[in-house]
């Protein structure tokens, strides 16, 4: 029971914070390209509750792939409809892939930190947890950003690949995404996702913390 408590208290800040600036990454870059839908409607904030949801954020503990509650986007108000709907889908793994740099920067320092301290003591006793708090945002910033960068729809790969492909060939891509959720669990509870994308998280994470 501690180590599940030990677990969710490490995990959930890393968490909160990667789902929470995904998703405001894609409000924000939305709303400069002229589609105040998330505004409106309550989105476009760094207030966690309102980007979770709540299988999503349970499914990082069970299967180590979660997502948040995406933002309501309209691209009717866009005026390059396709173009500037890439640039939204790029948003929210870009910024877990600055998240995931800048937490691998942080982990080296406080690394330091411990190697120079004392084996004991107040900070040695505050640094650690932190230490391993830090590297395990470096490994939920990956997960969402090479999950998300999948051409599997909804996730944001499909909606940059849409943005690349022709008219007719984005538009027939576009028609399996009411199948996209349902393929994405199957992969997932298959282990079958897990065995496509770690080994990437694995060699991109070892690259930062080199």
Not at 15 to 32: K, P
Not at 110 to 120: F, N, T
Not at 148 to 154: A, G
Request: proline share 8%; charged share 10%; net charge positive.
């Amino acid at each position: 029971m501690t180590e599940i408590l030990t677990k969710i208290v490490l995990l959930a800040p890393p968490i909160l914070l990667a789902l929470t600036l995904h998703e405001f990454a894609h409000g924000y870059v939305a709303y400069r390209l002229g589609d105040p839908t998330a505004k409106t409607s309550g989105r476009l904030t760094l207030n966690p509750i309102s980007h979770l949801d709540p299988f999503g954020t349970l499914a990082f503990f069970l299967i180590n792939i979660g997502w948040a509650k995406p933002v309501p986007v309209n691209g009717a108000y866009f005026r390059n409809p396709r173009k500037d709907m890439l640039w939204v889908a790029l948003a929210g793994p870009v910024t877990n892939l600055i998240l995931a740099i800048a937490s691998a920067l942080v982990a080296k320092f406080l690394y330091q930190m411990l190697y120079i301290l004392p084996d004991s003591g107040i900070i040695p006793a505050i640094i650690a947890p932190l230490f391993e708090m830090i590297k395990a945002s470096i490994w939920i910033n990956l997960v969402l950003c090479i999950f998300n960068f999948l051409p599997i729809p909804p996730l944001d790969g499909s909606r940059i690949l849409m943005g690349l492909l022709p008219d007719k060939m984005a538009e027939t891509f576009s028609s399996f995404e009411r199948y996209g959720f349902v393929l994405i669990l199957i992969l997932a509870f298959t282990g079958i996702l897990s065995k496509m994308i770690f080994p990437v998280i694995q060699f991109a994470g070892n690259l930062l913390l080199s």
